[in-house]
């Protein structure tokens, strides 16, 4: 049973271009949760979605986007990229119907913007 | 809002000495509560959790008891080893609308195990 997978592992952007990331959850999973890490941080909270939906957003701009594809694979989107958007970004896959709601993560995709 | 607070790192220890980790909590109703570890390079890996007042997660040597009146979680081993160098985070699930629950990390703690 394969599980949350990510790709790609790393990334390097210039400032101002886009970039795009994709999460595939762990098998019998149908909501994505997208954090961003920063270097010696925690990681913050972006976004989940469910049903092809976004259900819940952290305190991020419109900048970063997303999607989930009837799969329930998602993708993150994030436009006009600044130096401080250098960071982990994981994805982590759960599913419905539990009180604790475990998340399984992915490795993470390294973005480096310059 | 909820927080999580975890005592700040480095922690460097020898071989076979004891650990504790603190971390405290900030949350409105009744969270889960959870070990993260992150080895140099990877994702994060769930170490271990405890979803309701006094239960005590456990694995691979680790332990955590969730304290309701203390909001505490403090993570503990009683013989650390080389190989459990890594980044240790605290973090708690809580419900946070229209069927979503959230998780919500601490900075983080570093330890280093020497032999």
């Known amino acids: 049973d394969a599980g949350v997978t990510q790709s790609p592992t790393h990334l390097i952007k210039t400032r101002g271009q886009q970039v795009t990331l994709r999460c595939s959850p762990k098998?019998?999973?149908?909501?994505v949760s997208w954090y961003q890490q920063a270097l010696g941080q925690g990681p913050q909270f972006i976004f989940q979605?469910?049903?092809?939906?976004?259900?819940q957003r952290g305190n991020f701009p419109d900048r970063f986007s997303g999607h989930q594809f009837p799969n329930y694979s998602s993708e993150l989107n994030v436009n006009a990229l600044l130096l401080g958007d250098s960071a982990l970004y994981l994805c982590a896959s759960s599913g419905t119907g539990y009180r604790d709601n475990e998340q399984f993560f992915g490795p993470g995709t390294r973005l480096t913007v310059l | 809002g909820n927080s999580v607070t975890q005592m700040e790192g480095p922690v460097t220890l020898s071989e076979e000495a004891f650990l504790t980790i603190n971390c405290t909590y900030t949350?409105?109703?009744?969270?889960?509560l959870f070990w993260y570890v992150q080895y140099p390079g990877e994702g994060l890996q769930l170490l271990l959790k405890?979803?309701?007042?006094?239960d005590k997660g456990s694995n691979k040597g680790f332990e955590a008891t969730y304290r309701k009146e203390t909001t505490s979680f403090h993570l503990e081993k009683g013989s650390v080893q080389v190989s459990d160098s890594a980044v240790y985070f605290c973090a708690l699930s809580a419900y946070s609308g229209a069927g979503s629950y959230q998780l919500t990390f601490g900075k983080g703690t570093k330890l280093s195990v020497i032999p």
């Open positions: 405890a979803t309701k007042a006094d």
């Open positions: 979605y469910y049903e092809e939906e976004e259900r």
């Open positions: 098998s019998g999973h149908d909501t």
């Open positions: 949350a409105t109703g009744y969270p889960s």
